[in-house]
């Protein structure tokens, strides 16, 4: 009964930002976390960032430290995640995820978005 819907995807030239969003709709936990993982062609889905709601600690994979930036609204249920200095490695359909995972950067989220596409171009 939660739905996840992300917006912000795109084209977009290497170096440049993109601001991915999504929306919560449905009734969520207390204590639980919304997370962003991507999925390129050919590869496995993997973890890019995570924010915990309560306390607004956030969790960023190696590759991606220093240029993204998760951040939360929470009147909104809402996460963001700000792609900065893209790279064409970046390109991937990025999946929203938000429920009580295992840990944090597990694939063990309760609920997905369908995810939006990302293309960073050279």
């Known amino acids: 009964q939660v739905q996840l819907v992300e917006s912000g995807g795109g084209l977009v030239q290497a170096g440049g930002s993109l601001r991915l969003s999504c929306a919560a709709s449905?009734?969520?936990?207390?204590?639980?976390?919304m997370g962003w993982f991507r999925q390129a062609p050919g590869k496995e889905r993997e973890f890019v960032a995570a924010i915990r709601w309560s306390t607004g600690i956030t969790t960023y994979a190696d590759s991606v430290k220093g240029r993204f930036t998760i951040s939360r609204d929470s009147a909104k249920n809402t996460v963001f995640l700000q792609m900065n200095s893209l790279k064409p490695e970046d390109t991937a359909v990025y999946s929203c995820?938000?429920?009580?995972?295992?840990?944090?950067?597990?694939?063990?989220?309760?609920?997905w978005g369908q995810g939006t596409q990302v293309t960073v171009s050279s």
């Open positions: 449905g009734r969520l936990p207390y204590n639980y976390a």
């Open positions: 995820a938000a429920g009580s995972p295992y840990y944090i950067g597990s694939q063990t989220y309760d609920y």
